[in-house]
């Protein structure tokens, strides 16, 4: 935030903030302590695809409306039907992540081969290099634990949080 004062201007800043502990970090978290204490394949995912039928964010105020990206489940409103949301520009999301849903559920993973609709591999996470998909116009993938922030929350709640 620097020395901006807290306000509606700054507010998309300070969401950020409020975003990363309580949103962010605990499935991070989860998803280490399952890599930790299972064999079980996880696919951990960001959906940063800002398009028309991002409900939560074109429904939030002004200021969060004109950020760039997706924000908290922005994602459902291309797995699920919406009478109030036409399809319109936007069938191909729909499609991706109908089919990527679709193949983990009856195939246990989301890219069992790359297509021209799924150009890119979707691995699972591991311990070694954990990263997460980037789902946008174009897939990507990025470290797990992908900002300072986060890092930082890690770091304080390895130290300090009660140990069982």
Do not use: C
């Amino acid at each position: 935030m620097g020395n901006d004062e807290i306000s509606l201007k700054t507010a998309a800043k300070l969401s950020k903030w409020y975003g990363e502990p309580f949103l962010m970090y605990p499935v991070l978290q989860e998803t280490e302590l399952i890599l930790n204490t299972s064999d079980k394949h996880i696919y951990n995912y960001m959906f940063s695809y800002d398009g028309w039928r991002n409900a939560p964010k074109l429904s939030s105020r002004k200021e969060y409306r004109v950020l760039e990206g997706a924000t908290h489940a922005d994602e459902l409103f291309y797995l699920f039907s919406q009478q109030w949301f036409s399809s319109m520009f936007e069938n191909r999301m729909i499609d991706i992540m109908t089919t990527m849903w679709t193949n983990f559920a009856k195939y246990g993973d989301p890219t069992p081969e790359v297509t021209e609709l799924l150009p890119m591999k979707w691995l699972p996470t591991n311990s070694s290099i954990p990263t997460m998909l980037v789902i946008d116009q174009e897939f990507s993938t990025m470290p797990l634990w992908y900002n300072e922030g986060l890092r930082y929350l890690r770091q304080v709640y390895s130290k300090y949080r009660r140990k069982l």
